[in-house]
């Protein structure tokens, strides 16, 4: 969506790939491009009447279905999938990411100056706006949480944490109440139809990136609220044992009419690591 | 390796493929090939004088790392996985399952009657021999393994089995006895490394298939044992907590000098379920 990526095509058998360039196997014809051009044309919908943000989910796993090592996510990924992360990022109007998520580690939810410098031309904040859902206000930002600016973080707070607990965040972000709705399904944690909602009319989130934890997405998946999941299949074999490793989704099995049909829209291969594009609703239109 | 695909090369994007058939996509270029061509020319390195089988694990899993839904795994893949599975079967001397695999669910590891034509073709027993290690002796076969015979079955026993229970399985399946190794690392379970060199010795196994489960694949991978990985990941999400899901490896995490360094060595794609194969070791040579 912020420039258009224009892949070399190639007929022949690639039998080394220059450092830092990906290939493209699907759809085909196969094409070489640079690792910054993977995704950059995501051409998520934005569609203004919607009721809720494109939900979008990014994540990197080992073969062996490993989305944590030692608790941590950020070892598992190669360089490229963080250029991947960071290009994703920039088509996003927020990134969001579960409360465990950024006790887990520290992180950063911002992207780099050149992609901020490309947001701007094109009409966007230079930063997206950084997500974050509490139901117990329990968020270490002054530790975790790396570059935000209180006008660029917005915490999605549970009407059930204390006012006192509220005060000491608002100094440090931007904290919306999310009521809870009693017409949803009861869930344990903040209502995500509601916090969806208060995103899209009260933020103009468009495009809502979500990185994490298991936990949020298997939320966001259960109640059908995820358009899209991109997984960075690491060449990695972990193994561990919970806590200390999840996979990418952790709760209760899908019942049948919770089930996704995730579709593949695109597979690239850099160095054995595979990144996989997946629609999980069947109304995706990739025009 | 028993007959060779003749892959129609493809110059255009394919839109629709024709129900059954499957998209080689790496190596280039891509290619459309009838299910029953993939991986049937997988070209396992047969060598007389190694001391231990080519050892191959065959895996399914879910988008979400699910190996197993409900304690089973034979309803995460689709036909398609079933006929690789049989393919990958038809060039194996051995298949071989964990004990806890054979309790979970019915199963065979027999191929079906046209591929026990084409082994015998090729101057292989029509079945792969079954082989089931197993350190306690609780092995349900007679309710839980379809289609076996006594001369197709061997059950690698440790040597800690009352011998009145290995009188009451020599019954229904050969038996070998495995004493432990003292020079080998301690672990749970049978000893392997003594089993592959029995299969290897004993049994004239040159290519064993390893079906699961989890803590099987983990014990291998972790000493090294194991040489190439087929995962195909099935289009699903599945969600679940244990123990009525697995990831394929289970187990303690892999310390730095057990880990491998997965290669990818071909990706099919068949209605958005990948077919994946890994090389393990870096030795590794298809030629």
Sequence with gaps: MLHCPSPRRVGTLITALPDGEVLRLFPE????????????????????KAAKPYVVINMVSSIDGKATSGGKASSIGSAMDHTIMRTLRSQADAVMIGSGTLRAEKLTLTVPENLARTRRAHGLNPQPLAVIPTTSGDLPLQENLL?????????????????ERLANLSS????????????????????????????????????????????????????????????????????????????????????????????????HLSESELLLRYALRPRYDSS
């Design 147 to 163: 570059g935000y600016s209180p006008e660029t973080l917005l915490i999605l707070a549970s009407s059930e944490i204390p006012k």
């Design 29 to 48: 014809p196969a094409a070489r491009l640079a690792a910054e051009d993977v995704y950059a044309d995501a051409s998520f919908p934005r569609v203004d």
């Design 172 to 267: 440090l972000a931007r904290i919306e109440v999310v009521a809870p709705n009693e017409t949803a399904m009861p869930t344990p944690g903040i209502d995500l139809i509601r916090a969806l909602e208060t995103l899209k009319e009260r933020y103009a989130v468009d495009v809502l990136l979500v990185e994490g934890g298991p936990y949020l997405n298997h939320a966001l998946v259960r109640m059908g609220l995820a358009d899209e999941l991109f997984l960075t299949l690491a060449p990695k074999i972990l193994g561990g044992k919970r806590p200390e490793v999840a996979t990418i989704i952790e709760g209760p099995p899908l019942l049948s009419h919770q089930e996704t049909k995730p579709e593949v829209v695109t597979v």
